[in-house]
């Protein structure tokens, strides 16, 4: 039995057939086979009958002026109607992707998976916007075949767009309709567009996660390094973020990332003030006020000692290391730049043997005081790591 697509290109949210509004689309598809997309009519030119009661709410709301000169609304698109993502490529579009964004997880997309074949079809909708607007906001953005940059002066670039929530329902419909036999009707995605056209992108962007899978710190991360570009932002904080955001992606927990790139145990800001800095300045300044560079030395030595990722990237061994580092400074002996060249030389003077043996580091369980106490491999390893650097200081 064939399955029943959830959204049709002529079906509106209430299932009620709808025709275009006074041709609006029709002359918008003709202008495009024309090749002249630039002269198709925008959401603006289109008249909206309103009731008495929304007539009444519109008249009370204040006017917000708008912030961008490019609408995040695609040319040629009726943001009143749902789409499927087929019918906006057969209008001429093409899709695009925010360079950083959030990766795709596997499990997540499982799930998606899942709820889709139970539901027989996607029954929430992707929501789109144009890249050019994308990009008149400071985010870089590829195209999604080729990988190209794509700029404002791109011939065809009105016809871009970019999923800003839904990415995950994409790649499970895209694996599920690999799937399919022959005689099965493949699963269609629905799209919409937001319904206010010089939206801010990454706050709709962040707002529309929150209501879904809430963002980790570090997925925050994405929006702060694509506004890099914010007056008043120090150079210094953008380095930092970029590097703790590097660690993340190497394989480090979000406490090993924020501690290396650091240099102190203490600076792991919440999702919270993650995401205030988005539009604070000083918060995003306030981020990584008080860190230093000397952490990120140990991180590349490490890496260099062949030290396992999983090992380097969990927060109990990049904790003792971090907190090795001030430890050495408290005694007033020595500052910051000697106590990293003495841990440096520790790693440095570790044996090949040495550093398999920690890597290889088993988790296990004690008895203590009648209690079972379970250690992590990682708890081991640092265990290890503190007897070598031991003898390493008694010979000093």
């Not at 206010?196 to 990454?202: F, G, Q």
């Not at 730049?337 to 440095?348: M, N, P, Q, V």
């Not at 296990?364 to 079972?372: L, P, S, V």
Request: hydrophobic share 35%; with cysteine.
């Amino acid at each position: 039995m064939e399955k029943e697509k959830v959204f049709s290109a002529q079906t509106s949210p209430s299932g009620m057939a709808t025709e275009p509004s006074n041709g609006v689309q029709e002359a918008n598809n003709q202008v495009m086979k024309e090749g002249n997309a630039t002269q198709a009519l925008t959401p603006n030119d289109i008249p909206t009958a309103l009731d008495a009661n929304e007539q009444a709410n519109a008249g009370s709301c204040p006017a917000t002026p708008a912030t961008w000169n490019v609408s995040v609304i695609p040319i040629g698109v009726d943001f009143h109607r749902i789409y499927t993502m087929d019918e906006l490529l057969s209008m001429g579009f093409k899709k695009a992707r925010l360079r950083i964004n959030r990766d795709i997880n596997d499990r997540d997309v499982k799930k998606k998976m899942k709820s889709i074949k139970r539901c027989l079809g996607i029954i929430s909708p992707i929501m789109m916007v144009g890249a050019k607007a994308c990009l008149e906001q400071d985010l870089d953005v590829d195209d999604d075949v080729n990988g190209k940059s794509l700029s404002p002066d791109d011939p065809d670039i009105d016809m871009y767009i970019v999923t800003i929530d839904g990415q995950h329902r994409e790649e499970a419909v895209a694996r599920l309709n690999r799937e399919l036999k022959p005689n099965e009707v493949p699963y269609s995605i629905p799209v919409i567009f937001p319904q206010v056209p010089n939206a801010n992108i990454l706050t709709t962007l962040g707002e529309s996660n929150i209501a879904t899978r809430p963002w980790k710190g570090i997925d925050h991360l994405t929006s702060l390094l694509n506004g890099r570009n914010t007056p008043g932002v120090n150079a210094d904080v953008n380095e930092t973020l970029e590097i703790v955001y590097k660690y993340a992606k190497d394989g480090c927990s979000e406490i090993a990332a924020w501690g290396y790139a650091t240099g102190t145990y203490k600076r792991q800001p919440t999702a919270t003030r993650l995401y205030n800095a988005q539009t604070d300045v000083k918060t995003r300044n306030d981020l990584t006020a008080g860190s230093n560079k000397y952490g990120r030395t140990i991180y590349e030595t490490l890496q260099t000692a062949n030290f396992e990722q999983k090992i380097i990237g969990s927060k109990e061994v990049a904790k003792w290391f971090i907190e090795k580092l001030h430890e050495l400074v408290s005694d007033g002996t020595k500052t910051l730049e000697d106590a990293a060249e003495t841990i440096k030389g520790f790693i440095d003077n570790l044996t090949t043997g040495e550093v398999t043996a920690i890597n290889h580091s088993s988790g296990r369980t004690d008895e203590i005081n009648g209690a079972q106490h379970k250690f992590s491999r990682y708890d081991v390893a640092c265990e290890t790591i503190n007897k070598l650097f031991k003898n390493y200081k008694d010979k000093e």
